[in-house]
């Protein structure tokens, strides 16, 4: 039992697992609910448990998806808005309520397990949609806003204080509830909470690698908060660059320069060219810009925000470093040799001494540094280094992580040019595969990396397999990338 778990968390835990076991049926779903809940609460009320009725209004903010029992847990409950409801909800009284409900067919208790990764079973609630949606309408107007608030407070304590990859089951399960309570807003003081909330846990779906989820997240809040706080509001910009990254992630390149450039817009004139968070904007849309063909505008983006933060923060701030870590790739792919040698080595080595190996802006640094000696055809020296940035990715993200993919197939580019065609297949081979199930099979980096697996298997000798792969990419190719695309020339020779 943790440091914020009542008795009956643990009583409740076993409870779930007990149904489990035990086979327990489950309430039929076709159960006229609509019509039997108002009875349900108004009998639980007689019996002194009026906080079932906030409980119930409560979780008619979110969705009808699986609520994680944590949201109700102590460490969340206490002095909470949940106390300053009519009737009020106290941490204290959540068992009670829960076991009424629970009596009454009202909600369900559930035992989540997590597919990958070796999480714990996670009990969780569910509650059958029609109730939720009937709730909510018979929920006194002036009290939505606070259950709203109270909603999204119970969200925010369930969230950690920094993204580690142990947080990513959690944060998928409260994502349908965080978009179901953007739904729920009604003014902006509302408003600012819920998006906060929302805008953070996108964040933390971006860094799990569901960029589908933080994209979906993040437009969401972003109208919201445009909506009722207005263009310009510090909330709807940090909603609106989320809404960038998760474009570009997702392969959406124009789209992603544009709200990038909107949102560096506005915080250069609301917030000021040297505000942290303009700093940020001026920093990320060097990604798309890269990938439109761009890259000496990307280097430009990356320089400013460098001299500016060394200026402002000390040449050796971890910030700064940051920004070098990924200037580093852009001095490679625009073949400025020069300035890729003098800084590469001095940033791997300055990340390792001042924010440590196995940080993210170090392992970033290791990254791109293989990158470029990938780049300048320097395949011995690539080598070691691109296997540092894969352990390094996949202990910070796991192993099948876009950011560990990506770094996988760069290590398999780095053995092929070494001759080591079996290891550089199998890797491009499992890179490929898990690209195609968590960016889709027509994703621009897919179908280049489908590219450069079909090419090596043909170095390998394996030329059947590798016409069939081209044969399936050739006409993605030509209508994702375009035929001139290197990609798309590659694959057609393949063929050929």
Same mark, same amino acid.
């Given at each position: 039992?943790?440091? =914020?778990?009542?008795?009956?968390?643990?009583?409740?835990?076993?409870?779930?697992? $007990?149904?489990?076991?035990?086979?327990? *049926?489950?309430? /039929?779903?076709?159960?006229?609910?609509?019509?039997?809940?108002?009875?349900?609460?108004?009998?639980?009320?007689?019996?002194?448990?009026?906080?079932?009725?906030?409980?119930?209004?409560? #979780?008619?903010?979110?969705?009808?998806?699986?609520?994680?029992?944590?949201?109700?847990?102590?460490?969340?409950?206490?002095?909470?808005?949940?106390?300053?409801?009519?009737?009020?909800? +106290?941490?204290?009284?959540?068992?009670?309520?829960?076991?009424?409900?629970?009596? =009454?067919?009202?909600?369900?208790?559930?035992?989540?397990?997590?597919?990958?990764?070796?999480?714990?079973?996670?009990? !969780?609630?569910? @509650?059958?949609?029609?109730?939720?949606?009937?709730?909510?309408?018979?929920?006194?107007?002036?009290?939505? *806003?606070?259950?709203?608030?109270?909603?999204?407070?119970?969200?925010?304590? +369930?969230?950690?204080?920094?993204?580690?990859? $142990?947080?990513?089951?959690?944060?998928?399960?409260?994502?349908?509830?965080? %978009?179901?309570?953007?739904?729920?807003?009604?003014? %902006?003081?509302?408003?600012?909470?819920? &998006?906060?909330?929302?805008?953070?846990?996108?964040?933390?779906?971006?860094?799990?690698? /569901?960029?589908?989820? !933080?994209? =979906?997240?993040?437009?969401?809040?972003?109208?919201?908060?445009?909506?009722?706080?207005?263009?310009?509001?510090?909330?709807?910009?940090?909603?609106?660059?989320?809404?960038?990254?998760?474009?570009?992630?997702?392969?959406?390149?124009?789209?992603?320069?544009?709200?990038?450039?909107?949102?560096?817009?506005?915080?250069?004139?609301?917030?000021? *060219?040297?505000?942290?968070?303009?700093?940020?904007?001026?920093?990320?849309?060097?990604?798309?810009?890269?990938?439109?063909?761009?890259?000496?505008?990307?280097?430009?983006?990356?320089?400013?925000?460098?001299?500016?933060? !060394?200026?402002?923060?000390? /040449?050796?701030?971890?910030? @700064?470093?940051?920004?070098?870590?990924?200037?580093?790739?852009?001095?490679?792919?625009?073949?400025?040799?020069?300035?890729?040698?003098?800084?590469?080595?001095?940033?791997?080595?300055?990340?390792?001494?001042?924010?440590?190996?196995?940080?993210?802006?170090?392992?970033?640094?290791?990254? +791109?540094?293989?990158?470029?000696?990938?780049?300048?055809?320097?395949?011995?020296?690539?080598?070691?280094?691109?296997?540092?940035?894969?352990?390094?990715?996949?202990? #910070?993200?796991? %192993?099948?992580?876009?950011?560990?993919?990506?770094?996988?197939?760069?290590?398999?580019?780095?053995?092929?040019?070494?001759?080591?065609?079996?290891?550089?297949? +199998?890797?491009?081979?499992?890179?490929?595969?898990?690209?195609?199930?968590?960016?889709?099979?027509?994703?621009?980096?897919?179908? &280049?990396?489908?590219?450069?697996?079909?090419?090596?298997?043909?170095?390998?000798?394996?030329?059947?397999?590798?016409?069939?792969?081209?044969?399936?990419?050739?006409?993605?190719?030509?209508?994702?990338?375009?035929? /001139?695309?290197?990609?798309?020339?590659?694959?057609?020779?393949?063929?050929?």
């Amino acid at each position: 039992m943790n440091a =914020h778990q009542r008795p009956w968390d643990a009583a409740l835990t076993d409870t779930v697992h $007990g149904q489990a076991v035990s086979g327990r *049926p489950e309430r /039929d779903p076709t159960h006229p609910v609509d019509s039997t809940w108002r009875l349900s609460l108004h009998a639980l009320a007689q019996q002194g448990l009026t906080s079932s009725t906030t409980l119930l209004r409560v #979780l008619s903010c979110w969705s009808s998806a699986p609520v994680p029992m944590s949201l109700l847990s102590t460490h969340a409950m206490q002095d909470g808005l949940c106390g300053k409801l009519d009737p009020p909800l +106290n941490a204290g009284g959540v068992e009670p309520a829960l076991r009424g409900l629970q009596d =009454h067919s009202l909600v369900s208790l559930v035992s989540l397990v997590a597919t990958e990764g070796g999480q714990e079973a996670r009990p !969780s609630i569910t @509650t059958h949609e029609v109730v939720l949606k009937g709730v909510w309408a018979a929920a006194p107007e002036d009290q939505r *806003p606070r259950l709203v608030m109270a909603a999204a407070q119970l969200l925010g304590r +369930n969230l950690p204080d920094q993204w580690d990859a $142990g947080a990513s089951y959690l944060v998928g399960l409260m994502v349908p509830h965080a %978009a179901a309570l953007l739904e729920r807003i009604s003014d %902006a003081e509302t408003a600012l909470s819920v &998006v906060e909330v929302a805008t953070r846990l996108a964040g933390y779906a971006f860094e799990g690698g /569901d960029y589908h989820a !933080s994209l =979906h997240l993040a437009e969401a809040a972003a109208h919201a908060a445009e909506n009722w706080l207005g263009r310009d509001d510090q909330a709807t910009l940090r909603a609106k660059h989320h809404t960038a990254m998760g474009l570009f992630r997702l392969g959406r390149f124009e789209e992603s320069e544009r709200v990038h450039r909107q949102v560096l817009n506005i915080r250069q004139r609301v917030l000021g *060219p040297e505000h942290p968070e303009t700093l940020e904007s001026q920093q990320d849309i060097h990604e798309p810009l890269a990938q439109l063909q761009r890259p000496h505008e990307a280097v430009h983006a990356l320089r400013v925000t460098e001299e500016v933060r !060394s200026r402002l923060l000390g /040449d050796l701030h971890p910030a @700064t470093l940051h920004t070098r870590a990924l200037l580093i790739e852009y001095l490679a792919t625009t073949d400025d040799a020069e300035a890729f040698q003098r800084l590469g080595p001095a940033t791997v080595a300055a990340c390792e001494e001042i924010v440590g190996i196995g940080s993210a802006t170090t392992v970033t640094a290791h990254h +791109n540094y293989a990158f470029g000696l990938f780049h300048f055809g320097r395949l011995e020296e690539a080598e070691p280094v691109a296997r540092m940035a894969v352990e390094g990715r996949e202990n #910070l993200h796991g %192993a099948n992580h876009p950011l560990a993919l990506s770094a996988a197939v760069l290590l398999s580019w780095v053995l092929r040019g070494l001759g080591a065609l079996t290891e550089a297949a +199998n890797l491009a081979r499992r890179v490929v595969d898990r690209q195609e199930l968590s960016l889709g099979a027509e994703h621009p980096y897919v179908l &280049v990396n489908r590219t450069e697996l079909a090419s090596t298997l043909a170095m390998a000798g394996a030329a059947a397999e590798a016409k069939e792969l081209a044969r399936h990419n050739l006409p993605l190719c030509d209508r994702v990338l375009g035929a /001139d695309h290197p990609a798309t020339v590659e694959t057609r020779r393949l063929i050929e």
